[in-house]
């Protein structure tokens, strides 16, 4: 059992509980006063960044107009994602088509709209945005190694090392297009902060090098993601990654400190959610068997995709927990006919010995990477239902 508390107050609890009672699960109930203290906080740890919200994290459209609201700009990945920024009266001026990978027609399609800002990590794409979004600003994707320190890596698929990086912000000048940055993402839910270090450490030589032997000046650092949700592994506080990153950025540029973008999905709206499924069995496997499996109504397949190898492992509490109850091994399943459909076996979750049919499970920080992180209707079942709470 984890304590609640250390992630939910009793005042949002309670609210929480009344405004959910009645609503069918499994449910996603999103908290958007929680969104609004983490877009706070991140703001005034890093005051002198601008924030580009990774819209993949939550799009969910509350979510969206609060941080429009707020100021945020932001990071989108497809022509889909674009059309629901727009419908939403937002500037293209706050706009970056940060995906790497993407159709030349997609590139025509925002820059129609009004998008100049683009990020690439290829040749062949670096001509694809020259040819269909003219003089657009450009910012090149560099690998950063961080498969061990993340929970959720984004490394591998995005970037090029730097030695490329070089040879393109060259050919974009070539090409006629604005040479803009740098960018990195230091893989999600990122434990490790001299993560940063390296990556900025990078940034800078190519920053020094450019300018000194091509005269290119570039003029911003695009720092990613990776700032922290609040899960079981304990991570730092965002302060502390504030307080580190910017002395590493001190350290590397001096006072000459280029623009800094921040990409942030996760951070922003993870401690927002809260799961709510229904356990539909409790049930052995043999007679003798130590662990009970609890089948419940959520699963890989309705948002729960990040149990995938159990990297990202969320606090759950069931609404049979009170203090001093007793509590055994089990193993959480989902619904669905797969056998892929577990959450958690070599992790040891423990849940109530009495828990039975009918009880809820409340999954905690799942307000990022869930609601439109599943199949539309495996075996039948609908995507998660969002509601959300002012
Ligand atoms: C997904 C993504 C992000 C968000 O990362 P978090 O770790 O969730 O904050 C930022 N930038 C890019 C390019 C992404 O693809």
Redesign the pocket.
């Known amino acids: 059992m984890y304590n609640r508390e250390d992630y939910v107050s009793n005042s949002e609890w309670e609210r929480f509980l009344e405004f959910s009672k009645n609503l069918e699960t499994p449910n996603i109930v999103i908290n958007l006063h929680t969104v609004k203290k983490n877009y706070i906080k991140l703001r005034d740890s890093f005051p002198y960044a601008r924030i580009f919200y ?1 819209m ?2 939550n799009p969910g459209k509350p979510v969206l107009e609060l941080l429009a609201e707020m100021g945020s700009n932001f ?1 989108i ?1 497809s022509r889909y994602e674009l059309d629901k920024i727009l419908e939403l009266k937002i500037s293209p001026d706050r706009l970056s088509f ?2 790497t990978i993407k159709k030349a027609k997609d590139i025509a399609y925002f820059y129609e709209k009004g998008v100049r800002m683009f ?1 690439t990590d290829s040749k062949e794409d670096l001509k694809n945005i020259a040819t269909n979004a003219p003089g657009s600003r450009v910012y090149v994707r560099i690998l950063v190694e961080n498969s061990v320190t993340a929970d ?1 890596p ?1 490394s591998r698929k ?1 970037g090029c090392h730097p030695d490329m990086a070089y040879d393109l912000i060259v050919l974009a000048k070539k090409l006629g297009l604005t040479p803009y940055g740098i ?1 990195f ?1 230091v ?4 434990r490790d902060i001299g993560q940063w270090n390296d990556a900025i450490a990078k940034t800078k030589y190519l920053f020094t090098s450019l300018e000194e032997e091509e005269d290119i000046r570039l003029s911003m650092i695009n720092m ?4 922290p949700a609040s899960y079981i592994e304990p991570t730092n506080d965002l302060h502390d990654y504030a307080s580190e990153i910017t002395r590493y950025i001190r350290d590397d540029f001096g006072e000459d400190r280029p623009e800094i973008i921040l ?5 922003l709206v993870a401690d927002s959610g809260i799961l709510t499924s229904e356990v539909v069995l409790v049930s052995r496997k043999n007679n003798t068997a130590l662990s009970r499996w609890v089948y419940q109504d959520a699963g890989k397949f309705n948002g729960l995709i990040e149990t995938l190898d159990e990297s990202i492992k969320y606090p759950i509490i069931s609404s049979k927990d009170k203090p001093n109850v007793r509590e055994s091994e089990v193993i959480i399943a989902g619904p669905t006919c797969d056998s892929m459909d577990i959450m958690y076996e070599d992790n040891k979750y423990k849940l109530p010995t009495n828990l039975k049919i009918g009880d809820k499970l409340y999954w905690l920080t799942t307000g ?2 869930t609601s439109t992180y599943a199949s539309v209707g495996f075996n039948g079942f609908p995507p998660l239902k969002t509601y959300f709470m002012e």
């Open positions: 990774a993949k994290a990071d990945a940060g995906n990020a959720w984004l995005f960018s993402h893989g999600s839910q990122q990613g993601g990776g700032f990409e942030p999905g996760r951070s990022a990477y």
